[in-house]
């Protein structure tokens, strides 16, 4: 029988992820957007584009017929998530009720507050002692206690690679590599949670193919690459062939920023992230799909690098050598 899936923010970062992983993977697809979704996912034989506000609570059911899994991808503007991030849960819940179906959400690890510990699990204490923290943990709880809804959060670090933008990798770590620049939000040695959002797609179409199985409320773990500035350095300069000068984000004017941009204000919020270590323990995970997918750190870097323009052309006479031999 075939799978449906129903992606909400399909034009997000994960969103165009996961339309590709799970319309590769033989899913029939409904890509949820306000805006037209990129021309290679809507040119798609698999997926078909849902134009709507996913606050229209009508649109989104009727939506969701017939589909066996739900991915609640939306993202409010960082500084909108108090106003907006609960109505949007409700929305994605609303619809997964409708059909019946399994709700999946991509979490983060705000939940655990500002002293995280350095190894995250699914059962480590979560506490709300930051205005994010406590929007997450009321979302998953609200998926956990809602009656008759099945769901999964796979939660994972900071997303980087694939087409969309506005990663901590295209805003801060690549931003000056053309200028032989690496910026680093953090200590270089301090190990931080990553997710390639290539291989975190392909764990949730294994986790969706799943659905029958999955009763109640699971939350499960990702782990990514849980890597420190000093290998991510490395793995740019080996992309980019070439040395690149470490930098610091400039946190200090950003500090008298914010008194003026709010987004500046929840960056800084959010900066124990660079300052405590932390990685996520996949075991749950690996439980129930088996080993995960990963693409070494490497060529996951190379490859968000070349999706971002940033690699360095081939220069025509190697071009032509290659061309004569
Ligand atoms: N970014 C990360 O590093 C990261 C890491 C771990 C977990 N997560 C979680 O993964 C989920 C998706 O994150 P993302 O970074 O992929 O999201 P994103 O790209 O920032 O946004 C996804 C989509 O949300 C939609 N959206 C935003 N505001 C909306 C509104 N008012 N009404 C309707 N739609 C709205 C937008 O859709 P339109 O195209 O319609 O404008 C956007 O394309 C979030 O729960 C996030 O917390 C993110």
């Known amino acids: 029988m075939a799978s449906n899936v129903l992606i909400l923010g399909a034009a997000g970062r994960i969103g165009q992820a996961l339309v590709s992983a799970f319309a590769e993977a033989g ?70 009720r409708e059909s019946g179906a399994l709700l999946m959400l991509p979490g983060n690890v705000y939940n655990f507050g500002s002293d995280l510990p350095a190894r995250l699990s699914p059962g480590t204490p979560q506490r709300g002692d930051t205005p ?5 943990i009321e979302t998953e709880s609200r998926m956990a206690t809602t009656p008759g809804l099945r769901s999964v959060v796979i939660r994972a670090g900071d997303f980087f690679g694939g087409p969309g933008r506005g990663t901590w990798l295209d805003m801060a770590l690549a931003s000056r590599v053309n200028k032989g620049r690496f910026v680093y939000p953090g200590a270089l040695d301090t190990l931080h949670a990553w997710a390639y959002l290539p291989d975190l797609a392909q764990a949730f179409v294994r986790v969706a193919d799943r659905h029958a199985e999955l ?52 960056l800084l919020v959010m900066r124990y992230l660079w300052q405590r270590p932390h990685q996520l323990d996949d075991e749950g ?13 490497h060529q996951a870097v190379r490859a968000s690098l070349g999706e971002l323009g940033l690699l360095p052309q081939p220069s025509a006479s190697a071009f032509n050598a290659k061309a004569r031999a």
């Open 27 to 96: 899913w029939s697809v409904r890509a949820q957007a306000r805006k037209p979704l990129p021309t290679a996912l809507a040119a798609h034989p698999r997926v078909q584009a849902v134009r709507c506000d996913a606050l229209d609570a009508h649109a989104l059911r009727a939506a969701a017929q017939g589909v066996q899994v739900v991915i609640h991808a939306l993202n409010p503007p960082y500084t909108q998530w108090d106003k907006l991030a609960l109505p949007l849960l409700d929305a994605a819940i609303g619809a997964a």
């Open 132 to 136: 994010k923290a406590r929007l997450r």
């Open 215 to 266: 009763a109640g409320h699971h939350a499960l773990h990702f782990a990514g690459h849980a890597v420190t500035g000093a290998q991510l350095h490395e793995a740019m300069q080996t992309a980019m062939g070439r040395d690149l000068k470490a930098a610091d984000l400039p946190w200090g004017l950003i500090r008298v920023g914010a008194l003026l941009v709010p987004m500046w204000r929840e």
């Open 285 to 297: 995970l690996r439980d129930l799909i088996g080993p995960l997918p990963q693409t070494p750190l």
